[in-house]
């Protein structure tokens, strides 16, 4: 997928002044927040339970070769057949080249991020696959020619009025209004499709390097159908997904729905094994998966490793005040809200997306609900340390952090700066006591009066105070 | 007790009343207070923004300046967080000095935090009388932990009422310098903010952090509400709320 991140500041503009986006970002918070805040005290050792989550996926990053080699060997053992990719285009190869194998015409998809890491469909299409996805919001997204907003929901950005126009338009049937209308369309639309593909296509939220399994957490169904139906599976997702054993993944599978969509468990959570042998009734015949590294490994072994853990639930991003205003879009890639302010820069450049470490104000909220406990905050920082030792910062910003840092060193002309500074402020902010105007900080007067200073700075009153 | 105020770089130049008010409470709970004059900045500004060197010579110089005190108290979570949960990482690779800036870490605190745990503050002085509503504001709440404690010492005052806002723990998108980088999309965030302060129809918003409040009562301003007061939660415990900063000498 292309990454527009570098257009950061002008697309938070035309977010925040898009109507029907506010209107459908309004429902994050009671579909997300509140959702996870009534199932989380399930888990009567939530604290504990990160803990535990945070070492398991730790264990397995301290010697990720290790889990994925141990992970090969199982998954090998039992029929399925794994691919190592190094980018995204490789992905594509190796799924082309497959789908040449085995005759493919068709394949029905479920739901992958890291499918579109790589732009898969555009891919397939080109090598003459026709790809349908099956996911709903996925499948909306298709008609429209929109990428993801969200990692879990990906058509958060839209609103029912906007799929019924869409729907009654690409499908060429009667406008319908009605959620349980509308999904029986999409139904009717997608059934065949899962009955006449060749491949079925899906991410893979855990591999479980003791059985070399692919575990999908879903709840429409269309992962099951995508997964067993057609006669060829490949499942694609990144190397830092192993986790050692399927008792490690029940503490994580824990959390992920809850932290997630606000659900104890997802309708649907398959483990898949292996390719269709002689004593199975269903299952592909052929199971290739595609372990996808794309900059996971340059990750390893650094300051920033802690984000290897993400189980891609997506509760930073619900509970992070900025995606909550400007929504997935904005962040110009695949990966949004504050986990994709860190992968983003990790994964696709930290020049081509300067603002994304930034434009967060630390607050925190995203680190508390982390169900592995990524330091969410500390990791944006690191990026800015990384931006300053680089030279990215802007002339106007290093100097007035060397000026500000000097002054701060040196009272005496620290006091006489600010004493100065104050009372000029003081005057400037009239009888109103508001400055409408800041030279240098248009970007909070735009918006803000900022309230004027009383006119003498503590120290000169405390001084006054004492000698009184 | 002897206690070390760090004033903070911000109250020091936008609102000194904060600072008299901070010494009028801990006074009150029995405490000797000093003044370091030498202080000035915790270095989070840099910290935030990629400068860590500049930080570790601000976190040096607050340990010059503060070490001797039996307590240091600011009136700021986002200052005292910096102190207490960031300068330790600072010095992550110097054991000695790491085990020194811990150690006085340990020994900082926010005003409210500290009132209610160690001063034992009973009755706060203020004489406040009206509705008002809490803005928690990030660090202190999820750095330090303070929520309860700004709620139970503005408890102890009769003529309190705490009409609380929706969402009073979500950011108000001031964020030190993102509120000038990202005006934008900060403004809007106070926007939220101000809004659900104005749905309690509270006659005034309190927080313990200025920047929060510079920014919330930016706002408010620029929207036309000139009737919201805003003030720091030191202003309303101490008395020390109403007319001009000079009466606080």
């Known amino acids: 997928m292309q990454n527009t991140a570098i257009n950061f500041k002008r697309q938070v503009t035309i977010k925040l002044s898009d109507a029907r986006l506010q209107d459908a970002l309004s429902r994050l918070q009671t579909r997300f927040v509140e959702g996870r805040s009534a199932v989380i005290g399930e888990i009567n050792d939530l604290q504990e339970t990160r803990t535990a989550a945070a070492a398991i996926r730790d264990r397995v990053l301290n010697d990720l070769e290790h889990w994925l080699l141990h992970f090969e060997q199982q998954a090998t053992a039992r029929g399925a057949i794994v691919h190592w990719a190094e980018t995204g285009e490789d992905v594509n190869r190796i799924v082309a080249e497959i789908a040449t194998q085995h005759g493919v015409r068709t394949a029905a998809k479920s739901k992958s991020m890291v499918s579109e890491e790589c732009g898969l469909n555009d891919a397939l299409e080109l090598a003459g696959v026709k790809v349908m996805e099956t996911d709903l919001g996925e499948y909306i997204l298709q008609l429209a020619h929109e990428a993801p907003s969200h990692i879990v929901a990906p058509v958060v950005h839209k609103n029912k009025e906007e799929i019924s126009d869409l729907f009654a338009e690409k499908h060429h049937l009667p406008r319908k209004t009605g959620i349980a ?122 300051e920033m490793q802690e984000m290897l853990r993400c189980i891609r639930c997506g509760a930073c991003m619900n509970h992070c005040p900025v995606y909550q205003n400007i929504g997935g879009h904005a962040y110009g890639w695949v990966y949004p809200g504050p986990m994709g302010s860190i992968l983003t820069p990790l994964l696709s450049g930290l020049e081509a997306s300067p603002d994304l470490p930034n434009a967060s ?60 500074g104050v009372r000029f402020m003081s005057l400037l902010g009239g009888k109103d006591k508001l400055l409408h105007t800041l030279p240098g900080a248009s970007g909070w007067t735009d918006g803000r009066d900022f309230p004027a200073p009383a006119g003498k700075t503590f120290r000169e009153l405390y001084r006054q105070g004492k000698s009184k | ?58 976190a040096l110089k607050y340990l010059a300046e503060f070490e001797t005190f039996d307590y240091v108290v600011l009136p700021s979570g986002s200052c005292a967080g910096m102190i207490r949960v960031h300068y330790p990482d600072l010095f992550r690779d110097d054991p000695s000095m790491l085990a020194r800036i811990t150690a006085l870490g340990q020994r900082t605190y926010e005003l409210t935090d500290f009132l209610v745990k160690i001063a034992k503050l009973e009755k706060a002085p203020g004489k406040f009388m009206g509705s008002l509503t809490y803005h928690d504001s990030c660090s202190g709440l999820r750095e330090l932990d303070v929520y309860k404690q700004p709620r139970a010492l503005l408890a102890t005052m009769p003529g309190v009422t705490l009409n609380e806002m929706v969402e009073s723990t979500t950011c108000c998108g001031f964020g030190g310098t993102f509120s000038v980088k990202y005006g934008e999309l900060s403004t809007r965030m106070a926007d939220n903010k ?31 509400d000139h009737i919201t007061r805003v003030l720091h939660v030191a202003e309303v415990l101490s008395g020390l709320d109403a007319g001009q900063d000079s009466e606080a000498n």
């Open chain 1, 181 to 302: 209308e509308l999904c029986r369309e999409a139904r009717e639309v997608l059934r065949p499709a899962f009955l006449n593909a060749d491949m079925g296509i899906s991410g893979g939220n855990f591999l479980v390097a003791e059985t070399g399994s692919v575990l999908i957490v879903t709840n429409e169904g269309n992962g099951r159908l995508v997964t067993t139906l057609p006669r060829v599976h490949v499942a694609i997702t990144g190397i830092e997904k192993v986790v050692p054993t399927l008792e490690d993944v029940t503490t994580l599978v824990r959390l992920l729905p809850r932290s997630a969509t606000g659900q104890s468990i997802t309708n649907y959570v398959s483990v898949l094994t292996g390719n269709k042998d002689s004593a199975d009734h269903d299952g592909p015949e052929h199971f290739h998966i595609i372990l996808l590294d794309n900059g996971r490994s340059s990750i390893l072994g650094s």
């Open chain 2, 1 to 58: 007790m002897r206690v070390g105020l760090f004033v903070t770089c911000l109250i020091d130049a936008m609102r000194p009343r904060i600072g008299f008010a901070a010494i009028k409470l801990l006074e009150s709970a029995g405490c000797e207070v000093v003044v370091p004059e030498q202080q000035t900045c915790c270095g989070q500004p840099g910290y935030n923004s990629g400068d860590r060197k500049s930080a570790v010579t601000m």
């Open chain 1, 361 to 420: 104000t630390l607050c925190g909220a995203c680190a508390v609900v982390c169900p592995v406990k990524i330091p969410l905050p500390d990791l944006l920082r690191k990026l800015r340390e990384r931006q300053m030792a680089r030279g990215m910062k802007s002339r106007q910003e290093t100097l007035m952090l060397k000026a500000w840092a000097w002054l701060a060193l040196h009272p005496a002309i620290y006091a006489l700066a600010t004493k100065i």
């Open chain 2, 194 to 224: 101000c809004r659900h302060i104005t749905g309690t129809h509270a006659s005034t918003i309190v927080g313990g952090d200025l920047g929060c409040l510079l920014n919330i009562e930016g706002r408010l301003r620029r929207n036309g």
